[in-house]
């Protein structure tokens, strides 16, 4: 069984910085493209960032140059760094992976818990 951890959440003033973690548990997988989304009330969810296992990235247009997304394949955790926060960057931040079981060699997405990050004005 794989399960995501979030964490790294809260509330911050409109300028400031949060970095959330995503760690992944489990064992006998492969992480391949690792990802945040986001939603806010009343709208869908949407891609922020990316990031494939060999490390190539691809953001958001409303994020780039402020958000920085990054991973620790040996930890199994993703990472991003948000700074000069907005906010309209205030929504529930979902990390999600795609996972390759070694068994059976089946492909799945995975989605973390959601944690909530509020930008203050």
């Known amino acids: 069984q794989v399960q995501l951890a979030e964490s790294g959440g809260g509330l911050v003033q409109a300028g400031g910085s949060l970095r959330l973690s995503c760690a992944a548990s489990?064992?006998?997988?492969?992480?391949?493209?690792m990802a945040w989304f986001r939603q806010a009330p009343g709208k869908q969810r949407e891609l922020v960032a990316q990031?494939?296992?060999?490390?190539?990235?691809n953001y958001a247009t409303s994020v780039k140059g402020r958000f920085t997304i990054s991973r620790d394949n040996a930890k199994n955790t993703v990472y991003m760094q948000m700074n000069s926060l907005k906010p309209e960057d205030t929504a529930v931040y979902y990390c999600?992976?795609?996972?390759?079981?070694?068994?059976?060699?089946?492909?799945?997405?995975?989605w973390g818990q959601g944690t909530q990050v509020t930008v203050s004005s």
């Open positions: 489990g064992s006998d997988f492969i992480i391949n493209a």
């Open positions: 990031i494939t296992r060999g490390g190539i990235t």
């Open positions: 999600n992976f795609g996972i390759t079981r070694v068994l059976g060699s089946i492909y799945q997405n995975y």
